[in-house]
Structures are given as C-alpha cells and as structure tokens.
C-alpha cells in the first residue's frame, strides 16, 4: 500500500511535470526572461497554434472546375490527332472535340473508310493523353470515335487539382504569405483546395495572382509577308468573313492591340472588355505555349521609363527552342503573334531565325509586370478555380473572440470549482486538482499533436471539463452511497471508485466514439471542437480514475497514522 | 454532510404517459412551426439557416462613429443589395454585422464566385458613403468618420448545401456507432433506446430553434453533436446502474430495478447536470456573438437530454424488454423448454405485479 503510493505520487509528478514543461516551457534554450509572466504568456502563444478565427487571417476554399479541364484535354488531344493524322500522310477530312454535357469525344472523319481501323490502333502511341485508360474507341464507316471513360474524368480531375495546387503553390510563396495552409480539401473527387493566410486581412491580391490566368501563346499570322503590312481587320465579323464566313478547326481570331497605341498608365495584363482596335487571324495550333516557358522576367523598358515601360523577357525550354527555332528559321518575313490570354499583345515579323527567346511588351506597371511574369512561369492554371468560401478575421476580431472564450471558460471554472468545494468540501478539493490538471494535459496534448486551437476548441475544452466534473460526481456519489450502506471509509472508496469506473468507461467511450466520427469525417469547426474534446476525455481517464484515487489514498494513509484504520471519518 | 437527494423513492414509470404526452406536445409544436414557416407563403423558413448552410456573407464593419441600422440599410438598397440584415454588435460600440442574402444564382458555377467575390466588395463601396475606409490594422484618423472591415464570411449556395449534407451524415454514422457500441456492452434494446431518447433531444432542440428562430450555423451542429455525446452519457449512467441492480436482486421486476437505478443515479444527475448546466450558461453569457449558437444549443439540449434519460430512454427500454420477454415466454412454453433466458424472466415478471408494487407505495 505505502510503496504503491510513493509509485502512483511519483508518476502523477512526472506527468504534470512534463505536460507543464510542454505547455509553458521554451523552445529554445531558457533564460531568465522566459519566467517572467510576461514570458511565460509568449511562449504560451508561441506554443499553442491558434486558428485563424483567434488569431485573424484569411480562408479561401476553391474549386478546380473540372469540366473546363476536361474540355482543354478533349480540345489539345483533337488538335493533337489532327497534327499526327496529317504528320503521317492519313487522308483526314476532319478532327472535331465533341462536347456533350457530361460526355467528351474526339470525333476523326476520314475522306474514305480504307485506314480506319490503322488509325484507331495506331493514333494513340502517337498521340499524348489519347492512352485506352482515359478513352474508349470506336470506328464506323469513315469515323473512329474517342470517347472519355467516366473513371478517367474523375482521376484527371485529381490530376488537374494536384497540378493547380503545385502552381498555386509557386504563386503564394513568390509574394511572401507567411505560414501559408495549402492542401486539398473536402470529400475525394471534390477537387477543392483549402488555403489559409495567417495574419492576412484581405486577400484580394492574392485572389487575384492566384486566379491570373496568365496563358502565352505564339501563333503564326496569316496574311502577307513583310514588307506588307501585318493584315488586320477592323472588326470580329470582317474577320470571319475573310475565311468564308465560319472560322476553321485550325484558324483562329483575336483581338490585336496595335503597337504603339497610347496606353493608360497602370494597365492591366488581363484582357479588357471594350473594343480592340483591330482584329487578326491566327494559324491554330500555336506554334509554342506558354508550358515551353523556361523562364519569364519584368525588365524595365528603358532606364528612365519610372514606374511604367515594364517589359516582360521570356526564354524557353530546350524542346520548345527547337520547334521555335525550326519555324521561324522556315518563316523568316512573316508576322508572329504574341498572344496572351487570347489576346494579341504585339505582332513583330520574323527577321531571322530566333531559337529560345522573346518579349511581350507593352507598358506594364512595375506590379503587373511582376505578377504577369510570376503567373507566366509558374504556369498556367489547369482550369478556372471559382472560390467557394472566402472567411476572413481581423486580427482584433480574433482578440475579442480569444477573450471571450477565456472569460466563458473561467467563469464556468470558477462557478464548477465552487459548487464542488460547497457540496463535497474537503474532497471537492480534490475534484479541483483533477480538473486543473485536466485542462492542462488536455492543452499539452493539443501541442504534441500539433493541432490548432480554435473558438470551437475552446468550447471543446469547457465541454472537457464538464464531463471530468461528471466523473468525479459519480464516483463522490458512489463513496456517498457506500457510506450510507455501512461500509468503512477506505472500503467504501475502493467500492465507490471501482464501480463508478465502469460506468466511466462506459460514457467516456461512447463519447470518444463520436467525437471521432466528427474529427474523421467533419470538417473546419466540427474539428476543431472533436481534438479538445477527445483530449480532454482521454486525459480524464487519467485524472478522474488514477489521479483522484491517489489523492484519497494519500489521505486515508495520512489519517491511519493518527487515529488508526477503523475510525478514519471522510469529509464528504 | 450537505446533500440534496437523499433516499427519494419516487415511481418514475409510473408518470410514464405523462412524459411521454409532454415530449410529443414539445415535438408537435416544434414540428408545427417548421412546417406552418416553411408553407406559408411569404413566411420565413422552417429554419434560420446561416450562411454556412444557405450560402450568402456576412461583413463585419468596424466604424469610428456607427451610423444607424436604417441609415446602413438604405445606402445598401440604393447600391442594389435588396435585403440586407444590418445587426449591431451589442458589445462593442462601433462594430454593425451585415448579412448579405444569398445573391441571386443562374444555376452555374460562376454564381458560386460572384457570391463570395462580390459581398464583400459591394459593401465596401456602399459604405464609403459614411467615410473613408482605412486598413484593419490602422488607426481612425482624427477627423471624419471612417470604417474597417474587420471580417467577411462568404459561402456559396452549393459549398453552403454540401457542408449541410456532411453535418447530417456525419451526425447519423456517430449514432449509429454509439448504438453499436451499447448494444455490444448491454442489449440492442437498451442501444435502440438511448438512440431514441437521442434523436428526442436533437428534435426538441430543433424544434425550439424553429420556434425562436435563432440562427442555425455549423457551430450548432457541433452543440447538436456534443448533445448527442451528452444525453448518451446519460443515460449510460442509468442503465450501467440497472445492468448492476439486476445482478444484484435477481428476484426484483425490472419495473422496480429501473425506478431504483433512477432514484439512485438522482443525485449525480442533477449535480452534474447542474455544473454543466452553469458552465454552458457562462458561455452564453460571455462567449461572444461567435459562440451564441453554440451554447444556446447546448443549453436547451442539457435539460432535455438529463429528462430523456429518466422519461424517454427508461421506459422505452423497459417497455421493449418486456415485449421481448413476453413473446419469448409465447414461444417458449409450447415448446416446453426453459432455455437461457429463464432467469430474466423472473427478473420481468410483467407489469401486473409491477403496478401493484407501485400501488403499495
């Protein structure tokens, strides 16, 4: 009995100890400052992650829209088949994407049926993403037809939401948002993307950055050669009408900006609703894209040019080099269009062959061009992102919020503290130590498993502490009760504790049960109350059973040194 | 020493008709408000449902000198937002919550982006009517009035229907592993009737925030959450006790049995229902708007869920095994054997006897 106790003393030390350290201790190496109450509240706050509602900060929940993928995939794979159909002298009359709702086809018209089951088989090594795990085939007469599996539209969709989330990434951290939160979100094949900002208010520019659809193009100009002017067209419809009045699979028509117009100060990259001045022709497929980009950097126009004159410098990678420099290097004389996000910004003709670099100009602002060359080199997002949740807090909302927490949960405390003391006296002290230790385990776990504490959480930890005074009634009850069937005292706390510990396990359990359906399954809030309540449940399991016990061990061994083992009275 | 409850013997069952009227009144007028709201035309919704779950923003502006609800709410309409909700904050002198509806949706995606773009911006620039914005970390300048935002809440019509969906979902699959659980550590009649009392409670308290309208958020869904944890604890501590009991007098009814166990649990039911009762209340009162939903949740659902303890789960649980029994005896006698469960029969012996006993008192 007496050595037990030194043992059960000896562990409750060390815990409360090391869960103390954990909770107020330093990370770094101590001095003297960090004793203060001043230190110990910052280190306090340096330990304890606290979620953007205490402590301010910006959440953005965004979706990849899938569809708008899947549209670009069955587009690139039509031109792709189109390209290699041709490369490989098959007499093709026509490639078209075929998009139908929620079905996707690439449909391949032949001038006669004589190679279509050739092209069927042999199309696919050829052609990227045209693989028979994302597209069913089938020929008829002089068509073969691609269509897209359902269970590939869900895994390229997982691909698209990796790939926007690698590229939201780059774009985040290029501007420096401190402790950015980024990773998938929601249900699987949801395809959203959570990104938390700590400590940033309003979010608007990186909204923006991140939604940049920032995508280059250089397409070949149709029209005459220099010396000829470049062949533009004064309106949209006047442009159409020179092809024939209906636009083909592999011609294009966008607006142009013409160089050297007068430019606003501070214009935006982005395309501009409002009439172009001109319109041009493009030839279809672009001859490079933006995913050969090597590199993209704001120069500044001219030294003396202040905040505006910014250009943007480009160079390419090895492949995409190579395809530029055999084009140009076969087009020398002709108009080449850098297009940006469908929009024509210059139009320079080829002067001699050009292997891997090049320039979009314009006068972009200092800012502008920054982002734009950013967004350039991070590559283009897969699909459009649409946002679904936009939270933020400022920083003194968090403050009010943390405050009231604190104030409900001390109150709360002291009023529990005080029923206790007045109902059970003496043992209700005991209760008291229980529950403060309680709730500092139930903090250190939170640190060890570096979850985040939130306004949810906060009520967690009361919600905590309310089932802990729960396990101390029921047993306090119990020793009552077997003091009233007669028992001694230490006979009635050992029955008393064994019996109300079945009991104990029994709610903690199913407690536990759901609660952790809330933290597998639940999302944000939900969460952030399940952590600090299974905490706090796990931690009672030791306060409320060992810990209590050994407070009244203690006692009973301190009063059987004075007045023996059979006339110890309980103040209960 | 101090107690309050000291050998009450008091026939619990036997006011069985009486509660379970009460309940189902409670119910009915619950369910009546949600289904009169939700009918008439005009009328509000069967629920108050918050942004999280009907989509729509909430802006949180601070302003140096905080102009009247009306005075918001016109600059608002002329700007083109039809009904804005304009709250002042009651605790801070210059703070004004302003709820944005759920803007109108073409029923494509680009509805969810303008929603949760265009809220915060739209009120900005209603609100430079009044003053100058400043940053939400600067000060107000010395003259003229001025605003911050200091918050936004946006959530589109589809993420609001999705995060609706989880909380429901979530809240079954958590039931049905609590009754799964009871049923392995007691009897599946025993699991079924604390689920029951369970769901009593998650629609009483529903029904009340139909009726009053307060607000539904997901922080009332983690208070419905905790609720169900609560009542299940218990009533878990009723029947751990009724499991004891019966071991103990194998001759007793289980009429008698639960009348015992609920006189005896009585003490700690209310105590502990009282503590957690205060705390819940310390945070209606000091836990901020924020948390408003959350505790007035939990705090209508502690009662209902310490009475569905004693008047729901109780007698359902005793009603049911008494069936069970019944139909077993039914069964059993033609066959002319007296399997395994001879010995809870004793324990049951109907109700006949069970009334009589009560009679006596």
Redo the contacts between chains.
């Keep these: 009995m007496k050595k037990n106790l030194l043992q059960r003393i000896i562990i409750i030390a060390l815990v409360t100890l090391a869960a103390l350290w954990v909770v107020i201790g330093p990370r770094h190496k101590p001095a003297a400052k960090d004793f203060t109450l001043a230190g110990l509240n910052d280190t306090l706050r340096q330990n304890i992650h606290l979620g953007l509602d205490l402590r301010g900060g910006s959440h953005l929940v965004m979706q990849v829209q899938v569809p708008d993928y899947l549209k670009r995939v069955t587009e690139n794979v039509a031109n792709g088949v189109q390209t290699v159909a041709r490369d490989a002298g098959y007499n093709v009359k026509s490639v078209r994407p075929e998009i139908n709702g929620n079905s996707y086809r690439v449909v391949l018209e032949a001038e006669d049926n004589s190679k279509i089951q050739e092209m069927r088989e042999q199309l696919p090594n050829k052609v990227n993403d045209l693989g028979s795990n994302v597209w069913q085939s089938s020929a008829s007469g002089n068509t073969v037809t691609w269509e897209m599996l359902d269970r590939a539209k869900d895994e390229l969709g997982t691909r698209a939401t990796k790939d926007a989330l690698k590229i939201i990434d780059t774009r985040i951290n290029a501007i420096g948002v401190a402790e950015p939160t980024l990773q998938e979100h929601g249900a699987a094949n949801s395809h959203q993307i959570l990104l938390q900002m700590p400590g940033m208010s309003d979010p608007e520019r990186v909204k923006k950055l991140i939604g940049e659809q920032s995508r280059l193009e250089l397409m070949k100009v149709v029209g005459p050669n220099n010396p000829a002017p470049i062949q533009t067209y004064p309106t949209e419809e006047a442009a159409i009408a020179s092809l024939g009045g209906k636009v083909p699979q592999n011609r294009r028509v966008i607006p142009y900006d013409e160089r050297n117009e007068p430019t606003t100060a501070g214009e935006q990259p982005a395309p501009k609703p409002g009439e172009p001045k001109s319109w041009i022709v493009v030839e279809s497929p672009a001859i490079v894209d933006g995913s050969e980009l090597r590199s993209a950097d704001a120069v500044q126009a001219s030294p003396t040019g202040g905040d505006e004159g910014y250009h943007i410098n480009f160079t390419l990678k090895p492949t995409g080099a190579q395809k530029f420099g055999t084009w140009t290097g076969q087009n020398v004389g002709a108009y080449m269009a850098v297009v940006l996000n469908d929009r024509a910004r210059s139009a320079p003709f080829i002067k001699s062959q050009i292997t891997d670099s090049g320039q979009i100009t314009g006068n972009f602002s200092k800012d502008s061009a920054n982002d734009l060359a950013l967004t350039l080199r991070s590559g283009a997002l897969p699909a459009k992102l649409v946002y679904l949740e936009e939270r933020t807090v400022g920083p003194s909302l968090g403050q009010d919020s943390i405050r009231a927490g604190v104030t409900a949960c001390l109150v709360g405390l002291f009023l529990v503290i005080l029923t206790m003391v007045v109902y059970y006296r003496w043992s209700g002290i005991n209760a008291v130590v229980a529950l403060l230790l309680n709730t500092i385990l139930t903090l250190a776990g939170l640190i060890i498993f570096d979850a985040t504490l939130t306004l949810p959480g906060i009520a967690g930890i009361l919600l905590g502490i309310g089932m802990a005074v729960d396990s101390n009634v029921l047993i306090f009850e119990r020793i009552r009760e077997e003091m009233h069937g007669g028992k001694t005292v230490p006979a009635a706390i050992d029955t008393g504790f064994a019996r109300a510990f079945v009991t104990i396990i029994d709610t903690h359990v199913t407690t536990i049960i759901s609660s952790l359906f809330l933290f597998v399954f639940g999302t944000g809030p939900i969460r952030g109350f399940a952590v600090t309540l299974v905490l706090g449940l796990v931690a009672n399991l030791f306060t409320a059973v060992f810990v209590s016990r050994t407070i009244f061990m203690w006692e009973l061994s301190r009063k059987q040194k004075r007045v023996g083992a059979s006339g110890i009275t309980l103040s209960i | 020493?101090?107690?309050l409850f000291h050998k009450v013997n008091l026939d619990w069952l036997g006011y069985r008709k009486f509660f379970i009227l009460l309940s189902t009144t409670i119910m009915l007028a619950g369910l009546a408000s949600a289904l009169t709201r939700h009918a008439l035309p005009g009328g509000t919704e069967a629920f108050n449902l918050g942004i999280d779950f009907k989509g729509g923003t909430v802006v949180?502006a601070?302003f140096k000198q905080r102009p009247s609800a009306e005075e918001i709410r016109d600059r608002l309409h002329s700007t083109g937002i039809s009904d804005p909700i304009i709250q002042p904050v009651t605790d801070?002198p210059g703070e004004v919550l302003i709820r944005l509806p759920k803007l109108e949706s073409d029923e494509n995606?680009?509805a969810?982006?303008s929603q949760?773009?265009v809220g915060?911006k739209k009120v900005e620039d209603a609100l430079t009517a009044f003053g100058t914005e400043v940053?939400?970390?600067d000060p107000f300048p010395g003259e003229g009035n001025a605003f911050?935002?200091?918050?936004?809440?946006?959530?589109?019509a589809?993420?609001g229907a999705?995060?609706r969906n989880?909380?429901v979902?979530?809240t079954l699959?958590?039931?049905v592993?609590?009754l799964l659980?009871?049923a392995f550590?007691f009897e599946w009649t025993y699991g079924a009737a604390a689920v029951i009392a369970v769901f009593h409670d998650v629609l009483i308290t529903l029904g009340f925030f139909s009726i009053f309208q307060f607000e539904v958020n997901?922080?009332v869904?983690?208070a419905l959450?905790?609720l169900?944890?609560?009542s299940?604890?218990d009533t878990?501590?009723v029947f751990?006790?009724i499991r004891?009991n019966l071991r103990m007098h194998r001759r007793s009814t289980l009429y008698d049995v639960t009348n015992d166990s609920i006189n005896?649990?009585l003490?700690?039911t209310i105590?502990?229902s009282?503590?957690?009762f205060?705390?819940?209340l310390?945070?209606v009162?000091?836990?901020?708007e924020?948390?408003r939903g959350?505790?007035l949740a939990l705090l209508i659902g502690i009662v209902f869920g310490t009475y569905s303890s004693i008047a729901i789960a109780s007698p359902i649980m005793v009603w049911w095994q008494q069936r069970i029994e019944a139909g077993g005896r039914a069964q059993a006698a033609p066959a002319g054997t007296r399997g395994g469960g001879g010995a809870r029969q004793r324990q049951t012996s109907g109700q006949g006897g069970a009334k009589a006993n009560a009679a006596a008192r």
């Design positions: 020493m101090f107690q949180t601070d801070k995606a680009n969810e982006e949760v773009v915060r940053g939400v970390n911050k935002i200091v918050g936004t809440d946006a959530v589109g589809v993420a999705a995060l989880q909380a979902a979530v699959l958590a039931l592993g609590i659980y009871i550590r997901l922080t869904i983690a959450l905790t169900v944890g609560f299940v604890n878990i501590v751990d006790r004891e005896q649990t003490s700690r105590i502990t009282g503590l957690v205060l705390s819940v310390a945070m009162l000091f836990g901020g924020v948390l959350f505790s």
